[in-house]
């Protein structure tokens, strides 16, 4: 069964330091997301991003995270300069663009991004 | 905005007890309605759905019924097993792709 998969599981990285996190989506699948979750809060919504742009994103998203598709595979967030509240556990998700009211979002296991 | 509130954890259960976690919402217009559970070491999947009032999600012997006149989506199983040990979710989806989550709930079943 297809699957959207993550990398690195576990990242530690110094403060002020820059991160990229990896995604591979489902490979037919055309919309693409990050979340990330605080340990202990909820998990909140980060960026959307279909046809190579983004499509709608929150507050939290701001000028230090940039999303990209570098290749026909791979969606990756990058922090620039991380900040101790950046620690939380981000997800990547993925799913079908196409009409219809809800098209499920599959996502990864996460990868717990620690800053010291 | 849209919100979702969950039922605060950990729940401890023992098998075969009847589960029940709360989740109510805030939102605008007819959101669609979701609980997600996530095993240990994966990722968060799909457990059941619900896009209209008054209809029931199912998956697994796990049911919820969206009730917009409570705004809730309560989950309920007759009978857990072990292997239902997870962090669940509760999560809406507006007008906007995006979902909006509850703050999860650990479920430990014991033998």
């Known amino acids: 069964e297809p699957e959207v998969t993550q990398t690195p599981s576990h990242q530690v990285t110094q403060m002020g330091q820059e991160v990229i996190l990896r995604c591979v989506p489902i490979s037919n699948h055309l919309y693409f997301y990050w979340y990330r979750q605080i340990l202990g809060q909820k998990v909140e919504f980060l960026v959307s991003?279909?046809?190579?742009?983004?499509?709608?994103k929150s507050e939290i998203f701001d000028d230090q995270f940039s999303v990209e598709r570098p290749d026909g595979s791979n969606f990756t967030l990058k922090i620039r300069s991380t900040k101790l509240e950046d620690s939380a556990m981000y997800f990547c998700?993925?799913?079908?663009?196409?009409?219809?009211?809800?098209?499920?979002?599959?996502f990864g296991p996460g990868t717990r991004l620690t800053v010291l | 905005g849209n919100s979702v509130t969950q039922m605060e954890g950990p729940v401890t259960l023992s098998e075969e007890a009847f589960l029940t976690i709360n989740c109510t919402y805030t939102?605008?217009?007819?959101?669609?309605l979701f609980w997600y559970v996530q095993y240990p070491g994966e990722g968060l999947q799909l457990l059941l759905k619900a896009t209209k009032a008054d209809d029931k999600g199912s998956n697994k012997g796990f049911e919820a019924t969206y009730r917009k006149e409570t705004t809730s989506f309560h989950l309920e199983k007759g009978s857990v097993q072990v292997s239902d040990s997870a962090v669940y979710f509760c999560a809406l989806k507006g007008s906007a792709r995006q979902l909006t989550f509850g703050s999860g709930t650990q479920l430990t079943v014991l033998p």
């Open positions: 998700a993925s799913s079908e663009a196409g009409q219809g009211r809800y098209n499920e979002q599959f």
């Open positions: 991003f279909y046809n190579n742009e983004i499509s709608e």
């Open positions: 939102a605008t217009g007819y959101p669609s």
